[in-house]
């Protein structure tokens, strides 16, 4: 990603889109930092454009997600957790060795005009890094556990609008798809 910052700038500024979302960032703590303050600062209008949230792989290269909002969209941006919830029965060492591999960023924010009914946005950057078809399945079960928390918070005649992108790698979303409407 750090090779095509100046080419999304440059997209960035001719587009204008509100919410940008991206997989496989292969971002580490040395390189987020400066990456984040490149794209979200605007050189042709000398001021911040976008509020950056992103979760870098640890351990190993490759991976990593990040969503960005435009400063004109909304005024701030939430960062939820982004740690699964362990799941009844995933404690064990067995356990773990089924958990699927799930990469994803969690952000909430209020835009100034929101569609009636809607009481926030939540913007959800995903990666799933494997074809197993059985840790698909694991990786859609801990992603609907963490996004299980945050629509609950919503009052029940107020749901959030959730934007939900990324790589999926063959994996079915629509058990996700339908547990929230």
């Known amino acids: 990603m750090k090779d095509k910052v100046p080419y999304l700038i440059q997209i960035f500024e001719d587009e204008r889109p509100h919410i940008v979302i991206f997989t496989e960032t292969w971002l580490n703590s040395d390189s987020v930092a400066s990456?984040?303050?490149?794209?979200?600062?605007?050189?042709?209008?000398?001021?911040?454009?976008?509020?950056?949230?992103?979760?870098?792989?640890?351990?190993?290269?490759?991976?990593?997600?990040?969503v960005l909002v435009r400063t004109?969209?909304?005024?701030?941006?939430?960062?939820?957790?982004?740690?699964?919830p362990i799941i009844k029965g995933w404690h064990t060492e067995e356990g773990r060795a089924k958990l699927g591999l799930l990469?994803?960023?969690?952000t909430r924010t209020r835009p100034h005009r929101l569609?009636?009914?809607?009481?926030?946005?939540?913007?959800?950057?995903?990666?799933?890094?494997?074809?197993?078809?059985?840790r698909l399945r694991s990786s859609i079960s801990q992603l609907y556990?963490?996004?299980?928390?945050?629509?609950t918070k919503c009052s029940s005649n107020n749901k959030p609008l959730i934007f939900v992108a990324g790589d999926?790698?063959?994996?079915?979303?629509?058990?996700l798809c339908t547990k929230f409407y």
């Open 103 to 106: 990469e994803f960023t969690i």
């Open 35 to 66: 990456v984040c303050a490149q794209l979200s600062y605007s050189n042709t209008h000398k001021l911040k454009q976008y509020n950056t949230e992103s979760t870098e792989r640890t351990g190993k290269r490759g991976g990593g997600t990040m």
């Open 168 to 175: 999926f790698n063959g994996a079915d979303v629509r058990p």
């Open 72 to 84: 004109d969209y909304t005024e701030f941006i939430t960062r939820l957790p982004a740690t699964p």
């Open 145 to 151: 556990h963490a996004l299980e928390e945050p629509v």
């Open 115 to 134: 569609p009636r009914g809607y009481s926030c946005v939540l913007a959800v950057a995903v990666y799933i890094p494997e074809f197993n078809v059985s």
